[in-house]
């Protein structure tokens, strides 16, 4: 199995776990920049979703995830269980994104 099984749930369906490697985790810290900032500004004058901030954010997520696909695979892991994320403001526009999880070898019931 090359690629890595990453579930929000305990368990995977069809599969069996049988060995634990331990947390994999990824994280990533994104600042803002003027541009972003000013055209943020002025949506927050209007309203609405600033939809800068959300690509941000978005791409902040991939790379979290991506930073702890790689990080179960060093484990020796082929899945992560209970996956989540963590956001937290860091301070002076910048915010950290955090995608963590169990790492384990699971392998196909029969």
Avoid at 76 to 96: D, H, K, P, Q, Y
């Amino acid at each position: 199995m090359d690629e890595i099984i990453v579930v929000t749930t305990p368990t995977i369906p069809g599969y069996k776990i049988i060995e634990v490697k331990g947390i994999a985790r990824g994280g990533i810290v994104m600042a803002t920049h003027l541009g972003r900032d000013i055209l943020a500004l002025l949506r927050n004058i209007k309203g609405g979703e600033v939809k800068e901030y959300t690509q941000m954010m978005a791409e902040a997520r991939e790379e979290a995830l991506r930073r702890m696909i790689e990080h179960a695979k060093k484990l020796g892991a082929n899945a992560v269980v209970n996956f989540r994320f963590a956001t937290s403001n860091v301070g002076g526009g910048m915010a950290e994104v955090y995608a963590y999880g169990t790492a384990v070898v699971v392998e196909r019931e029969k």
